[in-house]
């Protein structure tokens, strides 16, 4: 059973930073051949994609409100991906998921979310 656990989340004020982390952890565990990538949602929103990275680690993608504020990352050999988040906005404000799978757009496996709230 695979299971991931995200952590970093907190409370903090605009223009701060946070860096959530998605380790993956359980008996089955794997990392390595999996994409990854990171989804929020806002109160009373739907979830939404913020950032995506592939197995290798080579290509990143990002949702255009996050685009040169945040950046994804994976270390495979600690099973565990990166979301920093820099210059963060009210707006960026909801429980972040990270989600992992192998065919491109479709994650079977989630976390629990971490909650990040940023005040103005």
């Known amino acids: 059973q695979v299971q991931l656990v995200e952590s970093g989340g907190g409370l903090v004020q605009a223009g701060d930073s946070l860096r959530l982390s998605c380790t993956v952890s359980?008996?089955?565990?794997?990392?390595?051949?999996?994409?990854m990538a990171w989804f929020r949602q806002a109160p009373g929103a739907d979830r939404q994609f913020v950032a995506s990275?592939?197995?290798?680690?080579?290509?990143?993608n990002y949702q255009d409100s996050v685009k040169g504020r945040f950046t994804i990352s994976r270390d495979t050999a600690k099973y565990t991906g990166y979301l920093q988040m820099n210059n963060l906005k009210p707006d960026d404000t909801g429980v972040y998921y990270c989600?992992?799978?192998?065919?491109?757009?479709?994650?079977?496996?989630w976390g629990q979310g971490t909650q990040v709230t940023v005040s103005s």
């Open positions: 989600a992992m799978g192998i065919v491109l757009g479709k994650y079977p496996y």
């Open positions: 359980g008996p089955g565990r794997t990392y390595s051949g999996y994409r």
């Open positions: 990275i592939s197995a290798s680690g080579e290509v990143t």
